[in-house]
């Protein structure tokens, strides 16, 4: 239902407000430049720190300017069910094509706790959803058999697998076959998911250089293994790059050098370190991304 290079859109800030204007034209760009789908308000786009009406707006903004054109997967996480719920209720009622929810953060609970919040959701809002699972911001791993059991429900349509442990993801494709969709969450494994059974990725690098991640699994997809392990290795000193501080702040400064978005966050996210934004800089320079407005 889902595949392809789907980009993890940033959300634009100016003076303290999202930026709409900036917000509208960045998705315009990155369906133009080829990517195969959206999601507003995941952990790129600092849903943390969007109060509820903002988390809405936000969604609401990204379907009205998608047109349909690619499908929208709209983040909905919360580390409350009845949170959780709620959010969903509200992207599919805005007219998203699916939701991505983040397995539930600070409050750790157990795989079966895990089932049963997933359940509720899909029970109560019956609109398709996309687990996502990324240990290092959670503190909670969602094991590949409780993937399986939630594989079972209808709703549950994929999953965005964030560990960057191919063993994992090996895991959850051997139990779940053909029932669910697999998608990286971590661009540096994206090949290699791929040559697994996966279906493309959820993407923070695809912000910056969208035609080349979304090429880079078409030419797969077409056997052409040779390209794809090209644009892989070319695309990887911009990956480095994107993570030399936590996510989003290099890939929203990046944007902000490209001219796309304002360099604006929301404490307690904060401006780069001189250092790094010098390595940043020096990195998109020699992609040829600087100054770079199409």
Same mark, same amino acid.
């Given at each position: 239902?889902?595949?392809?290079?789907?980009?993890?859109?940033?959300?634009?800030?100016?003076?303290?407000?999202?930026?709409?204007?900036?917000?509208?034209?960045?998705?315009?760009?990155?369906?133009?430049? !080829?990517?195969?789908?959206?999601?507003?308000?995941?952990?790129? !786009?600092?849903?943390?720190?969007?109060?509820?009406?903002?988390?809405?707006?936000?969604?609401?903004?990204?379907?009205?300017?998608?047109? #349909?054109?690619?499908?929208?997967?709209? !983040?909905? #996480?919360?580390?409350?069910?009845?949170?959780?719920?709620?959010?969903?209720?509200?992207?599919?009622?805005?007219?998203?094509?699916?939701?991505?929810?983040?397995?539930?953060?600070?409050?750790?609970?157990?795989?079966?706790?895990?089932?049963?919040?997933?359940?509720?959701?899909?029970?109560?809002?019956?609109?398709?959803?996309?687990?996502?699972?990324?240990?290092?911001?959670?503190?909670?791993?969602?094991? $590949?058999?409780?993937?399986?059991?939630?594989?079972?429900?209808?709703?549950?349509?994929?999953?965005?697998?964030?560990?960057?442990?191919?063993?994992?993801?090996?895991?959850?494709?051997?139990?779940?076959?053909?029932?669910?969709?697999?998608?990286?969450?971590?661009?540096?494994?994206?090949? $290699?998911?791929?040559?697994?059974?996966?279906?493309?990725?959820?993407?923070?690098?695809?912000?910056?250089?969208?035609?080349?991640?979304?090429?880079?699994?078409?030419?797969?997809?077409?056997?052409?293994?040779?390209?794809?392990?090209?644009?892989?290795?070319?695309?990887?000193?911009?990956?480095?790059?994107?993570?030399?501080?936590?996510?989003?702040?290099?890939?929203?400064?990046?944007?902000?050098?490209?001219?796309?978005?304002?360099?604006?966050?929301?404490?307690?996210?904060?401006?780069?370190?001189?250092?790094?934004?010098?390595?940043?800089?020096?990195?998109?320079?020699?992609?040829?991304?600087?100054?770079?407005?199409?």
């Amino acid at each position: 239902m889902f595949r392809g290079a789907i980009t993890a859109l940033v959300t634009p800030f100016r003076d303290g407000r999202v930026d709409e204007g900036a917000y509208r034209q960045l998705i315009d760009w990155q369906i133009a430049q !080829g990517v195969s789908g959206l999601v507003p308000c995941g952990t790129t !786009g600092e849903s943390a720190t969007l109060t509820h009406e903002e988390h809405n707006r936000v969604i609401d903004i990204a379907v009205e300017e998608a047109r #349909g054109r690619v499908p929208v997967i709209a !983040g909905t #996480g919360s580390n409350s069910t009845a949170e959780a719920v709620r959010l969903t209720r509200h992207a599919k009622e805005a007219g998203a094509d699916g939701a991505l929810l983040i397995t539930p953060y600070y409050n750790k609970p157990t795989q079966e706790g895990l089932y049963q919040h997933y359940k509720a959701v899909a029970e109560q809002a019956k609109f398709p959803l996309v687990l996502y699972n990324v240990p290092g911001r959670t503190g909670v791993n969602l094991l $590949p058999e409780t993937v399986a059991r939630l594989a079972g429900l209808p709703d549950v349509v994929g999953i965005k697998e964030a560990t960057g442990d191919l063993k994992q993801v090996s895991d959850v494709l051997e139990k779940c076959g053909d029932r669910l969709t697999v998608l990286s969450g971590d661009d540096f494994t994206v090949l $290699p998911l791929l040559a697994l059974g996966g279906h493309g990725v959820i993407s923070v690098l695809s912000n910056v250089v969208p035609a080349d991640v979304a090429t880079m699994i078409e030419a797969f997809s077409a056997g052409d293994l040779a390209r794809a392990r090209d644009l892989h290795f070319r695309t990887m000193p911009v990956a480095r790059a994107l993570f030399l501080e936590t996510n989003p702040i290099p890939v929203k400064t990046a944007l902000a050098r490209m001219g796309r978005v304002a360099l604006e966050f929301r404490l307690p996210l904060c401006p780069m370190q001189e250092g790094n934004a010098a390595k940043l800089d020096a990195v998109l320079r020699d992609y040829g991304l600087l100054g770079a407005k199409s």
